[in-house]
Protein backbone atom coordinates (compact mmCIF):
# COMPACT_ATOMS: atom_id res chain seq x y z
CA UNK A 1 0.00 0.00 0.00
CA UNK A 2 1.40 3.08 -0.81
CA UNK A 3 -0.14 6.45 0.53
CA UNK A 4 1.29 10.37 -0.73
CA UNK A 5 1.01 12.77 2.43
CA UNK A 6 0.28 16.46 2.02
CA UNK A 7 3.93 17.65 1.89
CA UNK A 8 4.29 14.76 -0.97
CA UNK A 9 6.01 12.42 1.00
CA UNK A 10 5.38 8.48 -0.21
CA UNK A 11 4.96 6.35 2.42
CA UNK A 12 5.00 2.57 1.16
CA UNK A 13 4.14 -0.60 3.44
CA UNK A 14 5.18 -3.87 1.96
CA UNK A 15 4.87 -6.34 4.94
CA UNK A 16 7.70 -5.87 7.13
CA UNK A 17 9.22 -3.06 4.79
CA UNK A 18 7.96 0.85 5.72
CA UNK A 19 9.56 2.84 3.03
CA UNK A 20 9.45 7.33 2.85
CA UNK A 21 10.43 8.43 -0.17
CA UNK A 22 10.38 11.86 -1.65
CA UNK A 23 9.72 10.03 -5.64
CA UNK A 24 8.46 7.01 -6.37
CA UNK A 25 10.04 3.91 -7.91
CA UNK A 26 12.82 4.33 -5.17
CA UNK A 27 16.06 4.81 -6.42
CA UNK A 28 19.25 4.49 -3.80
CA UNK A 29 21.91 6.65 -5.57
CA UNK A 30 23.48 6.69 -2.42
CA UNK A 31 23.02 4.65 0.59
CA UNK A 32 24.03 3.49 4.39
CA UNK A 33 22.43 0.57 6.67
CA UNK A 34 22.31 0.49 10.58
CA UNK A 35 20.71 -1.59 12.95
CA UNK A 36 18.00 -0.38 15.67
CA UNK A 37 15.74 -1.70 18.41
CA UNK A 38 12.37 -2.28 17.70
CA UNK A 39 10.16 0.80 17.79
CA UNK A 40 7.67 2.66 15.33
CA UNK A 41 8.91 2.57 12.15
CA UNK A 42 7.10 5.64 10.56
CA UNK A 43 8.19 8.13 13.51
CA UNK A 44 11.72 6.77 13.24
CA UNK A 45 11.90 6.71 9.37
CA UNK A 46 10.89 10.47 9.28
CA UNK A 47 13.09 11.57 12.07
CA UNK A 48 16.06 9.84 10.18
CA UNK A 49 14.91 11.40 6.65
CA UNK A 50 14.74 14.95 8.27
CA UNK A 51 18.34 15.00 9.28
CA UNK A 52 19.26 13.01 6.12
CA UNK A 53 17.75 15.99 3.98
CA UNK A 54 19.07 18.67 6.56
CA UNK A 55 22.89 17.22 5.81
CA UNK A 56 22.47 16.52 1.75
CA UNK A 57 19.50 18.90 0.44
CA UNK A 58 22.18 21.31 -1.22
CA UNK A 59 23.05 18.27 -3.35
CA UNK A 60 21.66 18.72 -7.14
CA UNK A 61 18.65 16.91 -7.79
CA UNK A 62 18.38 14.79 -3.85
CA UNK A 63 15.37 12.87 -2.95
CA UNK A 64 15.62 11.26 0.23
CA UNK A 65 14.57 7.34 0.63
CA UNK A 66 14.55 5.97 4.46
CA UNK A 67 13.87 2.01 4.43
CA UNK A 68 12.98 0.58 7.55
CA UNK A 69 12.43 -3.39 7.98
CA UNK A 70 11.49 -5.13 10.83
CA UNK A 71 13.41 -8.02 11.73
CA UNK A 72 13.60 -10.70 14.50
CA UNK A 73 15.98 -8.90 16.48
CA UNK A 74 14.86 -5.04 15.80
CA UNK A 75 15.19 -3.17 12.95
CA UNK A 76 17.40 -2.52 9.73
CA UNK A 77 17.84 1.04 8.30
CA UNK A 78 18.54 1.93 4.67
CA UNK A 79 18.61 5.76 4.31
CA UNK A 80 20.17 7.48 1.21
CA UNK A 81 18.64 8.36 -1.89
CA UNK A 82 18.38 9.53 -5.24
CA UNK A 83 20.77 11.98 -7.25
CA UNK A 84 20.41 14.16 -10.47
CA UNK A 85 23.90 14.13 -10.87
CA UNK A 86 27.10 12.22 -9.94
CA UNK A 87 26.77 11.55 -6.27
CA UNK A 88 30.24 13.47 -4.49
CA UNK A 89 33.08 10.88 -3.06
CA UNK A 90 32.12 10.04 0.33
CA UNK A 91 28.76 10.52 0.23
CA UNK A 92 27.52 7.29 1.53
CA UNK A 93 30.30 7.40 4.38
CA UNK A 94 28.43 10.66 5.14
CA UNK A 95 25.23 8.93 5.35
CA UNK A 96 26.41 6.06 7.30
CA UNK A 97 28.49 8.46 9.98
CA UNK A 98 24.64 10.20 10.34
CA UNK A 99 22.80 6.69 11.00
CA UNK A 100 26.06 5.83 13.56
CA UNK A 101 25.85 9.09 15.21
CA UNK A 102 25.03 8.91 18.55
CA UNK A 103 23.44 12.07 19.87
CA UNK A 104 21.21 11.27 16.68
CA UNK A 105 20.32 7.52 17.61
CA UNK A 106 19.60 8.47 21.15
CA UNK A 107 17.21 11.26 19.96
CA UNK A 108 15.14 9.33 17.06
CA UNK A 109 14.92 5.92 18.92
CA UNK A 110 13.59 8.30 22.13
CA UNK A 111 11.21 9.99 20.46
CA UNK A 112 9.72 7.11 17.71
CA UNK A 113 9.90 4.71 21.23
CA UNK A 114 7.72 7.22 22.81
CA UNK A 115 5.82 7.66 19.78
CA UNK A 116 5.21 3.84 19.94
CA UNK A 117 3.91 3.86 23.50
CA UNK A 118 1.04 6.20 22.70
CA UNK A 119 0.17 6.35 19.03
CA UNK A 120 -1.69 8.97 18.09
CA UNK A 121 -5.65 9.12 17.30
CA UNK A 122 -5.88 8.01 13.38
CA UNK A 123 -2.68 6.45 13.41
CA UNK A 124 -1.46 2.60 13.78
CA UNK A 125 0.55 1.78 16.37
CA UNK A 126 3.33 0.57 13.86
CA UNK A 127 5.62 -1.18 15.76
Keep these: ?17 LTVARRMPVRL ?10 CN ?20 GFAPVV ?5 ADGLRVT ?3 QLDAAAPEHTSAH ?12 RWIAHASKQAATPSVGEARDV
Design 29 to 38: DVAAEASFPA
Design 95 to 106: VADMLNAPHLRQ
Design 67 to 71: QVVRE
Design 1 to 17: MTRRTRSTWHIQREGDT
Design 79 to 81: AGG
Design 41 to 60: RLVLAQQIRQDLWRRLQRLR
